[in-house]
Structure formats: structure tokens, C-alpha cells
């Protein structure tokens, strides 16, 4: 069933555990969640990134993700990830996603709370949920003058997260604790105890989201859950894991190798790698 991420992360906190956001930027990875979420039980989030925008556009990937949400027997929300302006967000809510973020983390401080709270009051009266992003995590190039090979530059600072929920009334809040976007050089290391302090900072029901946990290893991703992550966003790292077994089908018959043999088999390790990070998300639960 199609829902907002409000109840689903709300419970999620109460239970100690998370719920999985899986970017889908293809039909075979948007089935494969979804399915995953039905076989476990489990709540899912299907994520359309604006880096993806390139690769399937929002309107055309979008009412699949909206259709496969409504059809499927567990509560799914569908999110726009990191909505550049506000145009992104409402072309989102067109195409029907139950939830939107809008990541102003690179603008000015203010500008980012305005904006953030503009969108709030535009989409929560139609039942929707908003994410917001403070911080600057290292990944996508722009450091805004900190120095990425000092983490500690990009990490949140727990009194302006309070001050940025309670003003702006976002939902879902994504912090900065020690991770990063796409690949890691070195293994991340978590700042658990500021994770806590924002936890305890932030008004109840804000809920607080990893963003670059793909590479983070399911031991500490279930730290950051038990200390206060209700929303972990994964991708990258179970994109990867789909090629290798690709490679092997077309080395056993270079020449004669279908497309739907290897859409059938990408189909199946992505379900499998969602199947795990939905049971990591559970954190024993």
C-alpha cells in the first residue's frame, strides 16, 4: 500500500529498527524492493535520486514506482531523493510520490530553512511527507569550503539540527555523522554519540536519516539504528553487486547471450541484496 514515510518511520523508532530507502532507477531494482519488502514482511522506501534524472526521468520511472507501492501488500513510501528546487518536488507530487525531499544543504543556512519550510507548507496539507538535509556530506564534489579530508568539517552540529527541525517543521531529517556518498577510500567511522545528541535534540517526531550508509558494514548501520536512525538510504553498493554476475553469464556464451537472461538474473541478486539490507534494517526485530 502507498503511504507516507511519517507512521512508517514513527513505528520504525519505536521498534528499534529502520526502514530501507532503495534508489530505483530501473523497473527490474523497483520490483526487486518491493518484492523483497512483501517476502520479509517489512515496510520499504523506493527512492527516485535527482542524480538518476539522466539515467530514467522522474515521469517516466515515477508512476511505475507509485503503481508497485499501491499494489504491494506492506506499506511502501515513495520519495523523491535530494529535490534540487522546488520545481523537482512538485514534479514529484504530479507523478503521485507520497513523499519528497529537498535537499537546500549547500545554500545559505537560512535560504535552506526557508525553502524547506515553503515545501512543508505547500505538500503537508495533501498528506505528504517532507525530508530536509543539513550539512555538507562529502561525495558529490561540493565541499563548501571544508576540507574533505576532515570529516569532522561536514558532521551536524546536534543544537542547529533542533533549530532547523522545529523551524521548519520537516519531517525526516538527514544528517552528517561520518558518512559519504558513493564509494568509500577508507572505512567510515561513525559518530555515534553526536547521533544521539541530535536524536535527543530534535522534536520527537523528526525522524533522523543516514544518508552514503551503502558501504557502512550492518554491524554499524545497526548501531546508528539502535542510536536513533529511523531511515537509511542504500544504493550504491548493491548496484555493484548485479555486474559480476552478469559477466559470468555472458563468459559462459558471449555470443548468445539474451537480454532477458540477464534481466532475469540482475532481477535476482538485487532482490536478494534488498532482502538483506531490509533484514540488517530490522536490526534483529
Same mark, same amino acid.
Given at each position: 500500500?502507498?503511504?507516507?514515510?511519517?507512521?512508517?518511520?514513527?513505528?520504525?523508532?519505536?521498534?528499534?529498527?529502520?526502514?530501507?530507502?532503495?534508489?530505483?532507477?530501473?523497473?527490474?531494482?523497483?520490483?526487486?524492493?518491493?518484492?523483497?519488502?512483501?517476502?520479509?514482511?517489512?515496510?520499504?522506501?523506493?527512492?527516485?535520486?535527482?542524480?538518476?534524472?539522466?539515467?530514467?526521468?522522474?515521469?517516466?520511472?515515477?508512476?511505475?514506482?507509485?503503481?508497485?507501492?499501491?499494489?504491494?501488500?506492506?506499506?511502501?513510501?515513495?520519495?523523491?531523493?535530494?529535490?534540487?528546487?522546488?520545481?523537482?518536488?512538485?514534479?514529484?507530487?504530479?507523478?503521485?510520490?507520497?513523499?519528497?525531499?529537498?535537499?537546500?544543504?549547500?545554500?545559505?543556512? /537560512?535560504?535552506?530553512? $526557508?525553502? &524547506?519550510? +515553503?515545501?512543508?507548507?505547500? #505538500?503537508?496539507?495533501?498528506?505528504?511527507? *517532507?525530508?530536509? %538535509?543539513?550539512?555538507?556530506?562529502?561525495?558529490?564534489?561540493?565541499?563548501?569550503?571544508?576540507?574533505?579530508?576532515?570529516?569532522?568539517?561536514?558532521?551536524?552540529?546536534?543544537?542547529?539540527?533542533?533549530?532547523?527541525?522545529?523551524?521548519?517543521?520537516?519531517?525526516?531529517?538527514?544528517?552528517?555523522?561520518?558518512?559519504?556518498?558513493?564509494?568509500?577510500?577508507?572505512?567510515?567511522?561513525?559518530?555515534?554519540?553526536?547521533? /544521539?545528541?541530535?536524536? $535527543?535534540? &530534535?522534536? +520527537?517526531?523528526?525522524?533522523? #536519516?543516514?544518508?552514503?550508509?551503502?558501504? *557502512?558494514?550492518? %554491524?554499524?548501520?545497526?548501531?546508528?539504528?539502535?542510536?536513533?536512525?529511523?531511515?537509511?538510504?542504500?544504493?550504491?553498493?548493491?548496484?555493484?553487486?548485479?555486474?559480476?554476475?552478469?559477466?559470468?553469464?555472458?563468459?559462459?556464451?558471449?555470443?548468445?547471450?539474451?537480454?532477458?537472461?540477464?534481466?532475469?538474473?540482475?532481477?535476482?541478486?538485487?532482490?536478494?541484496?534488498?532482502?538483506?539490507?531490509?533484514?540488517?534494517?530490522?536490526?534483529?526485530?
Amino acid at each position: 500500500m502507498l503511504v507516507n514515510m511519517k507512521d512508517m518511520l514513527r513505528e520504525a523508532r519505536r521498534n528499534k529498527m529502520a526502514v530501507a530507502a532503495i534508489n530505483t532507477p530501473g523497473f527490474d531494482i523497483v520490483r526487486a524492493a518491493v518484492d523483497a519488502a512483501e517476502e520479509l514482511q517489512t515496510p520499504v522506501i523506493l527512492d527516485h535520486a535527482s542524480a538518476h534524472e539522466t539515467d530514467i526521468a522522474m515521469e517516466v520511472i515515477g508512476p511505475y514506482m507509485v503503481e508497485c507501492a499501491k499494489n504491494a501488500s506492506v506499506p511502501v513510501a515513495v520519495n523523491l531523493d535530494h529535490g534540487l528546487s522546488l520545481n523537482m518536488c512538485l514534479r514529484a507530487v504530479k507523478c503521485g510520490f507520497s513523499s519528497v525531499m529537498y535537499d537546500g544543504s549547500y545554500l545559505p543556512y /537560512e535560504e535552506n530553512i $526557508a525553502n &524547506v519550510k +515553503e515545501i512543508c507548507d505547500m #505538500v503537508h496539507p495533501l498528506g505528504l511527507t *517532507v525530508e530536509a %538535509e543539513i550539512g555538507r556530506m562529502p561525495g558529490f564534489g561540493n565541499h563548501g569550503g571544508i576540507d574533505p579530508k576532515d570529516k569532522t568539517g561536514f558532521y551536524t552540529d546536534p543544537e542547529v539540527a533542533k533549530d532547523f527541525a522545529v523551524r521548519t517543521g520537516c519531517d525526516a531529517l538527514a544528517v552528517c555523522i561520518g558518512t559519504e556518498h558513493g564509494f568509500y577510500k577508507s572505512a567510515p567511522v561513525l559518530d555515534l554519540k553526536r547521533l /544521539e545528541n541530535i536524536r $535527543a535534540a &530534535v522534536p +520527537e517526531d523528526t525522524a533522523l #536519516v543516514m544518508h552514503g550508509s551503502s558501504g *557502512v558494514s550492518f %554491524e554499524n548501520l545497526q548501531a546508528a539504528i539502535s542510536s536513533g536512525m529511523s531511515k537509511i538510504n542504500y544504493y550504491t553498493y548493491l548496484s555493484i553487486q548485479v555486474a559480476p554476475e552478469l559477466q559470468k553469464i555472458i563468459a559462459q556464451n558471449p555470443e548468445q547471450t539474451y537480454y532477458n537472461t540477464l534481466t532475469a538474473r540482475a532481477y535476482e541478486v538485487l532482490k536478494q541484496g534488498a532482502k538483506d539490507i531490509i533484514t540488517c534494517m530490522r536490526n534483529g526485530q
